[in-house]
């Protein structure tokens, strides 16, 4: 059994540009959720998928947008980059309807 | 939207002592409560979790504790140990975990162990 996947672990962007960042969800699991991590901070919930469609969303703007694939992949993308956009962001995987989060280790984003 | 408040914000314990970490939540509705152990640059890792339909959980070192009528619940180890020193956060969800809005976190709690 595999556990959840991030890529890549690092990156580094400059203010306006668009980041895509990729998770592979743990063997079995068919939901995928996005968290915002800023330093010192709980993690913040972006958005949550299922079945491909987006179906919860945290208090973010629309520049943050997912997708999900058919094998339960994740993307989410970050349109128009700013500052206090710099977080670690953490992906989790689920089995609908358990609860039982497992995390990725995160992709840590640095804007400048 | 859920408020998850978590204290203290750091905790010095001995080696060998117990620790609390209390957390208080918001909205009523909410009927999951995990605990997420995060160390230093790695992931956060689930050790242990409560559902709204049970007071108390417990599972070697670890118990949590779950107040519904005052929207609390409280993280308690004994028998701390070095490797117990990490970040720890509490978070509340509605829809017994698998709903669709997610994890609300508190702000996490820094423990030391002290040897």
């Known amino acids: 059994e595999t556990g959840v996947t991030q890529s890549p672990t690092h990156l580094i962007k400059t203010r306006g540009q668009q980041v895509t960042l990729r998770c592979s969800s743990q063997?079995?699991?068919?939901?995928v959720s996005w968290y915002q991590q800023a330093l010192g901070q709980g993690p913040q919930f972006i958005f949550q998928?299922?079945?491909?469609?987006?179906?919860g969303r945290g208090n973010f703007p629309p520049r943050f947008s997912g997708l999900q694939f058919p094998n339960y992949s994740s993307e989410l993308n970050v349109n128009a980059l700013e500052l206090d956009d710099s977080a670690l962001y953490l992906c989790?995987?689920?089995?609908?309807?358990?609860?039982?989060?497992?995390f990725g280790s995160g992709t840590r984003l640095t804007v400048v | 939207g859920e408020n998850v408040e978590q204290h203290p914000s750091t905790l010095s314990v001995q080696e060998g002592d117990s620790a609390v970490i209390k957390c208080t939540y918001s909205?009523?509705?909410?009927?999951?409560f995990p605990w997420y152990k995060q160390e230093l640059g790695k992931r956060p890792q689930l050790i242990i979790d409560?559902?709204?339909?049970?007071g108390e959980k417990k599972d070697q070192r670890i118990a949590v504790t779950l107040n519904k009528t005052a929207k609390h619940f409280s993280l308690h180890i004994t028998e701390t140990q070095p490797e117990d020193s990490a970040v720890y956060f509490c978070?509340?969800?509605?829809?017994?975990?698998?709903?669709?809005?997610?994890?609300?976190f508190g702000k996490g709690t820094h423990l030391i162990i002290q040897p």
């Open positions: 998928y299922y079945r491909e469609e987006e179906n």
């Open positions: 989790a995987s689920s089995s609908a309807g358990t609860g039982l989060y497992t």
């Open positions: 909205d009523s509705a909410s009927n999951y």
């Open positions: 409560i559902r709204s339909n049970v």
């Open positions: 978070a509340a969800s509605m829809g017994s975990g698998g709903g669709a809005d997610g994890l609300t």
């Open positions: 063997s079995g699991h068919n939901t």
